[in-house]
């Protein structure tokens, strides 16, 4: 499969916990971007990383996420004590350079529930 | 993020019509734009992409872009059902700007 891999697909946390969600880019590609989709909402820019850098975070909340991407393994967004208002989609993005006119293919996506 | 705006929906048309969908952005110095397809539950999937002034056409396809009206658009011609989907327009400064979306019915 030479598309983009997330998983898990769908992961359950009760309040509190944490979540961690994966993403392996497409093949060749060495820049990864993270996208919310909270529900009955749009897709909303969280990160964008480049291995072992964070170039824009952006788009995320101040407190209890992290993200990385780092030499050698998938990129991980990390999200700590988790609440209700984090349950959303999390689709992880990748391309293969920098610049405006390189196209981001998205993976299937985290379907994450916290209980 | 910039701002992009998509005609509201939802949007029904009866199978073999077009299906017409307009988004409009903010920032005038935008270079990249895109339409992705996302199916109920599902990922987006990039349909079209367009950075030049004019038409873009890919099967039944065509993408618009006039940049000096900030606007860019879908046509999708002979729509069948499977073409029933919630089509996101997106404007990319190395991330990307997405509309609310318009969610179309094509009719049997």
């Known amino acids: 499969n030479a598309g983009v891999m997330q998983n898990p697909r769908h992961l359950v946390r009760r309040r509190g916990q944490e979540a961690r969600l994966r993403c392996s880019p497409m093949?060749?590609?060495?820049?990864v971007y993270w996208y919310r989709q909270l529900p009955e909402e749009g897709l909303k820019f969280m990160v964008y990383l480049q291995k072992e850098n964070i170039i824009d975070e952006s788009g995320m909340p101040k407190e209890r996420f992290s993200a990385e991407f780092p030499k050698e393994g998938p990129s991980i967004l990390r999200i700590q004590q988790v609440v209700r208002g984090d349950s959303a989609a999390y689709f992880c993005?990748?391309?293969?350079?920098?610049?405006?006119?390189?196209?981001?293919?998205f993976g299937p996506g985290t379907r994450l529930t916290v209980t | 993020q910039k701002e992009v705006e998509q005609n509201s929906g939802p949007l029904s048309v009866p199978e073999g019509a077009i299906a017409s969908l307009n988004c409009t952005y903010s920032?005038?110095?935008?270079?990249?734009f895109f339409w992705y397809r996302q199916y109920s539950g599902k990922s987006p999937e990039l349909i079209m992409f367009i950075y030049s002034n004019g038409d873009k056409e890919d099967g039944r396809f065509t993408a618009q872009l006039n940049k000096a009206s900030q606007y860019v658009s879908l046509l999708i011609r002979d729509s069948q059902p499977s073409d029933s989907a919630t089509y996101l327009c997106?404007?990319?400064?190395?991330?990307?700007?997405f509309g609310a979306g318009t969610t179309v019915t094509v009719r049997a």
């Open positions: 920032d005038r110095g935008s270079q990249s």
């Open positions: 993005a990748s391309s293969p350079r920098d610049g405006e006119t390189y196209e981001q293919y």
């Open positions: 093949k060749g590609h060495s820049h």
């Open positions: 997106a404007v990319r400064d190395y991330k990307l700007s």
